[in-house]
């Protein structure tokens, strides 16, 4: 793979004109490095966010060896790539066919449930096996999180006490899921989520062997600043010491987009300007969905050649294809003076940005680069250690 120092020099070189992927592993490597360091349990990464072989690597190499799997292709990938991996496969509604391969071929042990008849399935997929850990995911509020994930999982506080009771007598492991949801902007969110943990737990009177605090770690955005990561951790630590457990009970977690966020940036040609509206040769049949049906406002520079002097101008994004929904309103702040034939990095693409991409209208091609600089933004600076969040301005000279 080509390497760069940045996008600067990639475009100098190159002048592409598909979308290129700038890739930063050391950026994947440091979270991952970071979390292993700081969390007090396991770390579970939601193969979901990015599951790039290169950036999976990174994380290895920063110390993950556990794997969140949603789905079975997920999980025999992860099987493959890391065969003494612990996957835990924490999609809570699965096809029965698919709990007995990961079980009796995959050597899966950890399932996730928020209904009775998942449970059912659980066990006679698994032929009645007594060496599981279930993970009953419980619904919690998500008014800390930028997107919310209590709709579609998640069993209610009045059935749950049942729902564990059941799990309980099958189970080796009993454990308690959730998700704050997607880009939690407080610690408190995770507080308020143990506290409703707590309470059921109480209800159900059952020995609980696992509390797992799901994703919902964030990632720096304009817009979206959240607090250092440190007091996540410290307010998930803090309120996991009092539960209602047993006295080895584990912690675990599962962060997706913390973990490989700041591991891609993508660098897009401008193709036309209308007022503005710059047409890009991205949007959200690519990598942009979050951008454009999210309302997702990511951090952007315009590659320039020379210093450029003034304030900057609000831009919104078409992307390449046929689509009226394929745009993306932003607004992106780059110099007025954009026009066709400019190019634009937009960072944070490291999480739902090339595993979002669908290939419609036949805008499927782009390139992968490495490059060495540092992202817009990061939650993990290697140094001082104090400074927990780093914003780098301006555009790339």
């Known amino acids: 793979m080509e390497q760069f120092h940045n996008a600067l020099d990639l475009i100098r070189s190159k002048q592409p004109t598909d979308p290129v992927f700038c890739l930063r592993p050391f950026a994947a490597e440091r979270a991952a490095r970071w979390f292993s360091l700081n969390f007090p349990g396991k770390i579970f990464y939601a193969v979901k966010a990015n599951p790039a072989p290169w950036l999976l690597e990174a994380l290895a190499a920063g110390g993950i060896t556990h794997f969140d799997v949603a789905s079975i292709s997920e999980a025999r990938m992860i099987r493959a790539r890391f065969p003494g991996a612990t996957l835990g496969f924490m999609n809570p509604v699965k096809s029965s066919r698919a709990i007995a391969e990961a079980y009796h071929h995959l050597g899966i042990r950890i399932f996730a449930l928020d209904s009775d008849s998942e449970l059912d ?6 032929d009645g096996a007594t060496d599981l850990s279930l993970c009953v995911r419980l619904k919690v509020p998500g008014g800390y999180s930028n997107i919310s994930l209590s709709e579609k999982f998640g069993v209610d506080r009045p059935h749950a006490a ?3 009771q059941r799990a309980r007598q099958t189970a080796e492991n009993l454990g308690i899921c959730f998700h704050v949801g997607s880009q939690a902007m407080s610690p408190a969110a995770y507080g308020q989520a143990l506290d409703h943990v707590q309470r059921t737990i109480a209800d159900a009177g059952v020995i609980i062997d696992i509390i797992d605090v799901g994703g919902g770690f964030p990632a720096p955005y304009p817009g979206m600043m959240p607090p250092p990561m440190a007091l996540y951790v410290q307010e998930i630590a803090g309120r996991f010491q009092s539960m209602l457990t047993t006295h080895d ?9 913390a973990l490989s966020a700041e591991a891609a940036s993508q660098v897009v040609r401008v193709e036309s300007r209308k007022g503005n509206h710059l047409h890009i040769n ?23 050649q020379a210093p ?8 919104s994004f078409y992307g390449p294809t046929c689509d009226d929904a394929d745009l993306m309103r932003g607004p992106f702040m780059l ?9 634009i990095e937009i960072g944070m693409l490291g999480a739902y940005g090339a595993a979002m991409r669908s290939g419609f209208n036949g805008f499927d091609t782009h390139e992968e680069v490495l490059v060495a600089d540092e992202q817009a933004f990061t939650m993990f600076p290697a140094a001082p250690a104090s400074a927990t969040l780093i914003q ?4 790339i000279k």
């Open 282 to 304: 991205d949007g959200i049949y690519g990598a942009l969905y979050d951008a454009g049906m999210l309302g997702w406002n990511y951090p952007v520079r315009h590659l320039g």
């Open 162 to 164: 049942s729902l564990l």
């Open 249 to 257: 009970a584990e912690l675990w977690c599962e962060p997706g987009r």
């Open 121 to 126: 399935k659980i066990t006679a997929a698994t």
């Open 308 to 315: 450029v002097d003034g304030a900057l101008t609000p831009f």
């Open 335 to 343: 110099p007025d003076r954009m026009g066709e034939g400019d190019y």
């Open 392 to 395: 780098l301005q301006g555009e």
